[in-house]
């Protein structure tokens, strides 16, 4: 099994920033692409950013130019640099990690954190 685990979220001003880390354990042999997702109450679930293994990034949009998205592959961990917070960033912000390949008995899988609420007041 591989477990995700994020942390980092909280409150902050507008304008402000925030670092959220997610850390992968278990049962890894590599990880294909990392990424931030978000959910504001009422609404679904949205991309934030990507980042593969060799270090490729795509961002949302609203994102681009405020967000960074960055990865250690011997520490199978992500990171997001939030910087110029906006209210309407406030979500529940979750990790993922797809294409954990864990061994040639356990496949490759897509796995998801328990998620970490970042809040930005005005």
């Known amino acids: 099994q591989v477990q995700l685990v994020e942390s980092g979220g909280g409150l902050v001003q507008a304008g402000g920033s925030l670092r959220l880390s997610c850390a992968a354990s278990?049962?890894?042999?590599?990880?294909?692409?990392m990424g931030w997702y978000r959910q504001a109450p009422g609404k679904q679930r949205e991309l934030v950013a990507l980042?593969?293994?060799?270090?490729?990034?795509n961002y949302t949009d609203s994102v681009k130019g405020r967000f960074t998205i960055s990865r250690d592959n011997a520490k199978n961990t992500v990171y997001l640099q939030m910087n110029s917070l906006k209210p309407e960033d406030t979500a529940v912000y979750y990790c993922?990690?797809?294409?954990?390949?864990?061994?040639?008995?356990?496949?490759?899988?897509?796995?998801w954190g328990q998620g970490t609420q970042v809040t930005v007041s005005s």
């Open positions: 993922n990690a797809d294409g954990v390949y864990s061994g040639i008995f356990y496949g490759v899988k897509n796995y």
């Open positions: 278990g049962r890894i042999v590599s990880i294909n692409v």
């Open positions: 980042i593969t293994s060799g270090g490729s990034t």
